[in-house]
């Protein structure tokens, strides 16, 4: 049985992409404490930069603008394309589409900044990488699917028809 995709709702794409980046730069940021590598993206990205586009310094915070940026374009495309298409609950999506945006930043994106495919083999990177991605997907996934408190009713934008629990009226 083929679902029919319903409408991207932009809005709340956009939110959900900056909610779950926040929380992934975040997560980045405490990972040291636990003994996980600093993955200083928005340094990675500002001299991705700089090198890619005829050395344009576009300085840390414009790899950190960057980093949020591809945050929310991430979560459009998982609106648009597979929160309708990946099976099971919201969180079951989102830890999915976060293993592939991994498996995304490892193939492309670290060989693209000289971090070689799947960082070298650096089992702590590795796990870092995993953890944040994971939890971005999660964080996105669940957002996306919370049903609108503007419109009562309104039926999720996945299709298995999950909701979260709600309150009882009676």
């Given at each position: 049985m083929t679902a029919t995709?319903?409408?991207?709702?932009?809005?709340?794409?956009v939110a959900a992409g900056a909610i779950g980046t926040g929380v992934l730069t975040a997560?980045?940021?405490?990972?040291?404490?636990?003994g996980l590598p600093n993955i200083?993206?928005?340094?990675?990205?500002?001299?991705?930069?700089?090198?890619?586009?005829?050395?344009?310094?576009?300085?840390?915070?414009?790899?950190?603008?960057?980093?949020?940026?591809?945050?929310?374009?991430?979560?459009?495309?998982?609106a648009a394309i597979f929160a309708a298409?990946?099976?099971?609950s919201p969180v079951a999506r989102g830890a999915l589409y976060g293993a592939l945006l991994f498996l995304v930043a490892q193939i492309v994106f670290m060989p693209l900044v000289g971090a070689g495919v799947f960082?070298?083999?650096?089992?702590?990177?590795?796990?870092?990488?995993?953890l944040g991605h994971?939890?971005?997907?999660?964080?996105?996934?669940?957002?996306?699917?919370?049903?609108?408190s503007a419109a009562p009713g309104t039926p999720p934008p996945y299709p298995d028809g999950a909701t979260l629990p709600q309150e009882r009226t009676s």
């Open positions: 995709p319903r409408p991207v709702d932009t809005m709340r794409a997560l980045w940021l405490v990972e040291p404490a636990i200083a993206v928005g340094q990675i990205l500002s001299s991705f930069m700089s090198v890619s586009v005829a050395h344009l310094h576009v300085g840390i915070a414009g790899g950190w603008a960057i980093h949020i940026l591809m945050g929310i374009l991430w979560a459009l495309l998982y298409r990946l099976p099971g960082s070298r083999g650096d089992v702590a990177l590795l796990m870092g990488s995993l994971l939890v971005y997907g999660i964080v996105v996934a669940w957002i996306y699917a919370v049903p609108s």
